[in-house]
């Protein structure tokens, strides 16, 4: 059976010492306050004692659909006669404190729901009790109204206990048949001190005075804290009002809370009230006159406070890194902008308030003069270019057209450095210089000695000098007329005039005159000659003054005479040069050309003939008569046409010319017309594992001279279609086409494809169930069969035993399993899901008296009135001695003293078996603690309890190793579950408990002893 709780955590929000020198009156709550749980008839969620009634989990019964006030669901009680008045009843977090007021809310709506018994006409109110145990009805705490509205209206509940209470008991009154719905309880919150004078987020100053009211006339005191100078601070308490007096030392967001402490019964609590107050800080502020940079500015203060607050204290920040602590300091600032001056002033009371002001340095003029200048022949005067917003004044006003503009005409006759300045208009000035220089002297100039060119010295370097720049005129014949030593060549006798010009612009000129002697000697190479075979030499017949010299020299009995014999082997052209005493020289040409008779034959190239060439020609050209020499025989023809029929080899011809002389030439057939191999593979199948295939012609030819193609009509190629192996991924007919590039023959083949993608048939069956008389089931998958099948089941949330390749797996788990049936000829597969569910655990628990209990206590004779809740499913209940029955509800009566289990054993319809055990103590005196618990939440020796009999009075204490209190309680039905008064879990170790007990006959019994807590 699943529980689920519901837990409230109250954080405190300010804490002090003197907290820990009382009880501090945090919020009771219940568990499942809103009751969560699964709406059920005649069921109220865990922990709610329903005291031997039925209430129900809504909505969703009797017809009660109304949607829960918060949450998923709620409880309904029924008013059934003046006996049966259904209710819910728990121990709260802690016990009330007797005249302490308590305030909480509750939701309730009436229903007119007519099923099951409910009166729609009958309207119900609900009754608040309160006592030390459950179902108690000690005291009456709060009655609502008659409950007559449909929709949840939420009450607020304030009640004052008389005594000490732990219990809660809710129920039902009015009208019989009438049935009231109720949901969302809130912790019930102890009254005692509220603040009067402010209220959150008001306004105030740092030092003020702070008043409220406290509830009941047993406060002992008022203590407020928070972050003022004299926390903790008592207020003045007079009556039921209280006042004090607190002084902050910064402003902002302040928390200040107020404690009512008061005495009861001897034992002394405190309840709380927090208050937030934004503080108002002095005002800061400040004067001061503007000024140009670098001058010096007086800062003022203006700052004031209020209330008795006096400014005491001065923080200056000038925006440029500088600060002060004076009242009215003094800045310089080295450049002008706006800075963000700030001034923090503090009061007597450490209180400080800031204010941040923009503040303008005036910036000075941006003067500039301009550029320093030379004035000289290429510029005699210069414009100044003086800039800066405002007036002008330039001194000295010698040299100027004007001194009060930005730009006068500067023509000085020295060197002059005149002062630029600029007023802007917020009076500041600022000057600049500028420089103007006279350079105005004539360089001086040389264009060196006269020279003669002829054909030993062509040309001449001029010795051209002077400081500046150069100009010869004219330029012809010069290699470059603007440096200081040209090249002279010119063409006839030329006088050059050099110009120099200095830095400043100012000229000087010479001359230098160059005479040219160049005049050619007579060459004449005589006449050209054709040599023939009859004629092979010639004297050449050439002439001239001056010394010879003949080229090329090839063929030539002496290159250096005017008439060598001449006998070359190819056509030459001699050139003859005469060379005059002036080193100048002449040539001429003549030409022997040599014609000996040879026929000429063009190259007759080799043939090949393949696949795409058949026929072809050899050509012989040049002669006037022709003869072959082939392997197909002798032929006199210059033209032999060629085809497959004609043999390979060597084909030689031989060319006549008319005067006898011959030429041979040859070349070679070649014939290659054998086709490739070409084979597509065998035939093959795609499958769910292979959609896609690669074909094979792994066995054609190879070779980077062959070429692959692959082609289909109904196939698909996705890809390589001009590879060895492509693939392919749908069925049908493939040919491969293998070319031979180097003789253009090729070969075809064909491979068939078929296609096997049939997936297989898998079932898992049918849903089922694991009980606790079936733990163990055997799956029943159906499948293909009839080929190479193999089959997997698989889960993720339940347990295979064995049989996982199998059709029928044996499990004993709960969850989904999935089988897998896969072809393996094919690699198609098929899954199924099946759900297996699991019913393994049974649940019971015995009531007494209705109730249910770990232990009671009696004297005998004692009867006990036995019943049980749970599963559906019968039962065996054990009392112990050979006592046993099966009944569901019977009173069993214990005539002897002494110490029984009592045991109850459910098997419910699935077999599976659940128990649970009462410990009943007839007439024992002694109180017997256990040494050892395990709080674990497996319900076995979850409380650390007493069992005793005939305990009027109670109070049990749990310490610590340190000997700090941990946990109490005072109810002779209660116990400790290992958690801490704030509900946290402590950790394992052993504790100290003192227990102090009254039993009926007024015996007070002390007992102390120690316990091991293990989880």
């Known amino acids: 059976m699943k529980k689920i709780y519901s837990l409230f955590v109250f954080t405190l929000l300010t804490s002090f010492n003197y907290w820990s020198q009382c009880n501090q009156q945090v919020p009771l709550q219940v568990v499942n306050p809103s009751f969560e749980g699964t709406p059920q008839k005649h069921v109220t969620p865990s922990p709610w004692n329903t005291c031997g009634l039925t209430p129900d989990t809504q909505p969703g019964h009797w017809g009660v659909g109304l949607a829960p006030s918060n949450g998923s669901s709620y409880v309904g009680l029924v008013k059934g006669s003046s006996a049966y008045l259904e209710g819910a009843s728990q121990q709260l977090s802690g016990n009330m404190i007797a005249n302490v007021t308590y305030t909480f809310t509750i939701d309730l709506s009436a229903t007119n729901a007519s099923q099951g018994g409910i009166n729609p006409s009958s309207r119900c109110g609900l009754n608040l009790y309160a006592g030390n145990s459950i179902c108690s009805t000690t005291s009456l705490l709060w009655s609502s109204p008659i409950i007559n509205h449909l929709s949840w209206q939420t009450y607020t509940i304030s009640f004052t206990p008389t005594q000490n209470y ?36 008001a306004s105030e100053n740092c030092s003020f005075n702070l008043s409220g009211t406290v509830s009941g006339s047993s ?56 208050l937030n107050l934004t503080l108002a800080p002095p005002t800061s502020a400040f004067s001061a006159v503007n000024v140009c940079e670098n001058q010096t500015t007086s800062f003022i203060d203006a700052s004031s406070s209020s209330g008795q607050e006096t400014v005491t204290g001065w923080s200056w920040n000038f925006g440029d890194g500088a600060t002060s602590t004076l009242q009215n300091p003094s800045h310089t600032y080295a450049s002008a902008g706006t800075y963000n001056v700030q001034l923090s002033a503090t009061t007597n009371n450490n209180c400080t308030g800031t204010t941040t002001v923009p503040y303008t340095v005036n910036s000075l003029p941006n003067t500039n003069a301009g550029t320093d200048f030379t004035i000289n022949c290429i510029n005699p005067t210069h414009t100044l270019t003086g800039s800066g917003t405002g007036s002008y004044v330039w001194s000295p006003a010698t040299g100027l057209s004007n001194p009060n503009i930005s730009n006068p005409v500067a023509n000085p006759t020295t060197n002059t450095t005149y002062n630029l300045l600029v007023t802007n208009s917020n009076g500041c000035t600022k000057s600049d210089n500028v420089t103007i220089s006279v350079d105005k002297g004539v360089p001086t100039v040389s264009a060196g000695n006269d020279f003669t060119t002829d054909c030993n010295t062509p040309t001449y370097t001029m010795t051209g000098s002077g400081s500046g720049s150069y100009s010869w005129s004219p330029s012809s014949g010069l290699s470059n007329s603007t440096i200081a030593t040209p090249i002279a060549n010119p063409s006839s006798t030329t006088n050059y005039v050099l110009t120099v010009t200095a830095t400043n612009g100012c000229t000087s000129t010479d001359n230098a ?71 100048c020289s002449n040539s001429d040409n003549v030409t022997i050309t040599v014609n000996e008779g040879f026929p000429v034959v063009p190259v007759i ?49 031989t060319v006549s010319a008319a005067n006898g002389c011959q030429v041979i030439d040859s070349s070679i057939l070649y014939i290659d017309t054998i086709a490739p ?132 797996p044996l499990i004993n ?22 759900w297996i569910d699991e019913d393994l655990t049974a649940d019971v628990e ?57 045991i109850i054993t459910l098997t419910d319809s699935e077999g599976c078996i659940a128990y649970d055990t009462v410990y009943i103590d007839i007439d024992g005196r002694e109180i017997i603690f256990p040494n050892v618990f395990t709080p674990n939440g497996d319900k076995q020796n979850d409380l650390f309890t007493f069992r005793a009999e005939r305990v009027e009075t109670f109070e049990c204490l749990i310490f610590n190793r340190w ?53």
């Not at 002084?247 to 402490?261: E, L, R």
């Open 166 to 201: 732990s219990h809660v008991y809710f129920r039902v009154f009015g009208g019989d048949g009438g049935y009231l719905l109720i949901d969302n309880i809130t912790p019930f919150v102890a009254q005692g001190v509220n603040i009067t004078s402010h209220v959150s987020g």
């Open 846 to 902: 015995i009531l007494v008296s209705s109730i249910n209990v770990d232990s009671i206590f009696g004297v005998v004779p004692y009867s006990v009135d036995y019943s049980w809740v749970g599963d559906y499913g019968s039962v065996v209940w054990d009392f112990e001695y050979g006592n046993s029955s099966t009944d569901s509800n019977l009173l069993h009566t214990y005539d002897l003293r002494g110490t029984y289990t009592v």
């Open 513 to 583: 005159t160059i005479t040219v002697d160049k005049g050619l000697p007579l060459v004449n190479a005589g006449t050209d000659f054709t040599t023939t075979c009859l004629t092979s030499t010639y004297q050449i017949d050439g002439s001239g003054n001056g010394s010879f010299s003949w080229s090329p020299s090839n063929g030539l009995s002496d290159p250096s005479i005017a008439t060598p014999v001449a006998d070359p082997l190819t056509t030459t052209t001699y050139t003859l040069t005469t060379t005059g005493s002036n080193g």
């Open 677 to 808: 191999i070409s084979n597509a593979g065998i035939d093959s199948v795609i499958t769910c594992s292979n959609l896609l295939i690669d074909l094979n012609g792994g066995n054609s030819s190879s070779g980077s001279e062959f070429n692959y193609l692959w082609t289909t009509n109904d196939g698909v190629i996705s890809q390589g279609n001009t590879t060895i192996a492509p693939t392919i991924n749908k069925e049908g007919m493939y040919y491969l086409t293998v070319l031979n590039s180097n003789n253009n023959c090729l070969k075809l083949d064909s491979v068939w494809v078929g296609l096997d993608t049939v997936h297989p048939i898998a079932n898992a069956n049918l849903d089922s169930i694991i009980t606790c008389n079936i733990p163990e089931i055997n799956l029943s998958g159906q499948g293909s069969s009839m080929g190479d099948f193999s089959y997997v089941w698989n889960t993720n949330d339940g347990n295979i035993i064995n049989g996982d390749t199998t059709l029928s």
């Open 963 to 1015: 000997g700090q209190k941990v946990y109490s309680w005072n109810a002779p039905v209660g116990g400790w579950d290992g958690r801490s008064f704030a509900g946290q879990k402590l950790p394992e170790g052993q504790y100290l408990y003192i227990l102090n007990a009254v039993d009926r006959d007024g015996k007070v019994i002390e007992k102390t002893g120690k316990v091991m807590l293990l989880r």
């Open 605 to 653: 190239n080799d043939l090949y003939l393949d696949c795409n060439t058949n026929t072809g020609t050899f050509t012989a050209s040049g002669g006037s008569s022709y003869s072959w020499s082939t392997p197909s025989g002798i032929f006199t023809t210059p033209t032999l046409n060629i085809d497959y029929s004609n043999l390979v080899g060597d084909y030689v011809v």
């Open 219 to 274: 406060t002992d005191s008022v203590v407020i804290t928070g972050g003022f100078v004299e926390t903790p601070l008592t207020a003045n308490l007079t009556g039921t009002n209280w006042i004090a007096h607190l002084t902050f030392n910064s402003p902002g967001t302040q928390t200040v809370t107020a404690t009512s402490y008061y005495t009861v019964g001897g034992v002394q609590y405190c309840v709380f009230t927090t």
């Open 813 to 834: 788990s709960g969850g989904t399993y999935e089988i897998t049936v896969t072809n393996n000829y094919n690699g198609c597969f098929s899954s199924n899901l099946i």
